[in-house]
């Protein structure tokens, strides 16, 4: 398998529940994202691994926690969503500095 | 802030024309720009990538930068219905990811 491969594909939550997005790259990339794409709004950066250590954090809530146990995956923790939550979220991967990012087929997330 | 400007369109041409995708910025210090092309349901797939003034062509893609002006731009030659879809433009900046425009959604009419 090669790419960014990201599971599952579209997840429906209630607002009490813990759930957890996956992503896997094949790629040999040092670097890890999550991204956030809402309608009519720019790509929202929200975490970023660089070697497994986190590096940005976008003032992000807390109900979101990222995880990144080594460089080939990463996982985003959801619990006590609200609806505003519901978007497409990407996990993306890079090789780092001003390289480009290989995205992922996302997660579309619908919090009820 | 960092902003990363496009027209939301949407840009309608005919099968055939140039289309032209135009993209500009505010952060002076970002120095790689990149073109994605998303459709409907799907994530963004990097199309184009440029880092220096000028132009860079790449089959029926060219994209174009002028840093002194902040802008960049994307043409396609001989549209085709099949290149209907969302444009992002983003570029780098400060920090370690990049920053992404809102798009522009292009339709290409038979």
């Known amino acids: 398998e090669t790419g960014v491969t990201q599971t599952p594909r579209h997840l429906v939550m209630g607002m009490t529940n813990k759930k957890s997005l996956k992503c896997e790259q094949h790629l040999g990339h040092n670097a890890m994202y999550w991204y956030k794409q809402s309608a009519k709004k720019p790509l929202e950066l929200m975490f970023v691994y660089s070697l497994e250590e986190r590096v940005e954090n976008n003032s992000v809530p807390s109900r979101f926690s990222p995880e990144c146990p080594n460089s080939s995956h990463l996982f985003l923790h959801l619990h006590t969503l609200q609806p505003e939550d519901s978007a497409l979220y990407l996990c993306?991967?890079?090789?780092?500095?001003?390289?480009?990012?290989?995205f992922g087929n996302g997660t579309r997330l619908t919090v009820t | 802030q960092k902003e990363v400007e496009q027209n939301s369109g949407p840009l309608s041409v005919p099968e055939g024309a140039i289309a032209s995708l135009n993209c500009t910025y505010s952060d002076r210090v970002s120095q790689s720009f990149f073109w994605y092309r998303q459709y409907s349901g799907k994530s963004p797939e990097l199309i184009m990538s440029i880092y220096s003034n000028g132009d860079k062509e790449d089959g029926r893609f060219t994209a174009q930068l002028n840093k002194a002006s902040q802008y960049v731009s994307l043409l396609i030659r001989d549209s085709q219905p099949s290149d209907s879809a969302t444009y992002l433009c983003a570029l780098t900046g400060s920090g370690y990811a990049l920053n992404f425009g809102k798009g522009t959604s292009l339709l290409v009419t038979p």
């Open positions: 993306a991967s890079a090789t780092g500095g001003v390289s480009p990012l290989h």
